[in-house]
């Protein structure tokens, strides 16, 4: 939980990665659920098409150009995102699950580069 204060403050430029956003996100929103660790926090909230995924990546953490891909799981049903992508420290990703309500949901981070995973806590609509 070190880093959680630099994840929750810190800023990135606006750019686009295999159809990610990458934010200029300051704060979490009231309606962020997250999860932090020392490298990153994972985040899912209500978007009104699905559920908005988050990654905050700490300037310090060990996530330097590994290869992530966001997954949403409700249950039994799992959603995938577009594809991987490369992380790099100090920067926020975002993703837009579009797949409407499917009741409680988590957001996962997969690590393709190192074989590490991360939830977030479980968001329902």
Same mark, same amino acid.
């Given at each position: &939980?070190? $880093? !959680?204060?630099?994840?929750?403050? &810190?800023?990135? @430029?606006?750019?686009? !990665?295999?159809g990610? =956003?990458? +934010?200029? +996100?300051? =704060?979490?929103? !009231? ?7 020392? %490298? ?19 300037p310090?953490?060990?996530i ?5 891909? /966001? ?11 577009? %594809?991987? /992508?490369?992380?790099?420290?100090? $920067?926020?990703?975002t993703? =837009? /699950? ?14 393709? =580069? +190192?074989? @590490? @995973? ?8």
């Amino acid at each position: &939980m070190k $880093h !959680a204060s630099k994840l929750v403050g &810190m800023v990135g @430029a606006v750019a686009l !990665a295999a159809g990610l =956003t990458l +934010t200029a +996100t300051g =704060t979490a929103s !009231a309606a962020d659920s997250c999860n932090y660790n020392d %490298d990153l926090g994972v985040c899912n909230s209500y978007d009104p098409r699905g559920y908005d995924a988050r990654v905050q990546i700490a300037p310090d953490g060990n996530i330097n150009g590994d290869w992530v891909d /966001f997954n949403l799981v409700c249950g039994s049903k799992r959603f995938g995102d577009r %594809d991987s /992508f490369q992380a790099y420290p100090g $920067h926020n990703y975002t993703y =837009t /699950f579009a797949v409407g309500s499917q009741g409680s949901c988590v957001v996962w981070l997969y690590d393709r =580069t +190192t074989g @590490a @995973a991360w939830a977030s806590p479980s968001v329902s609509r």
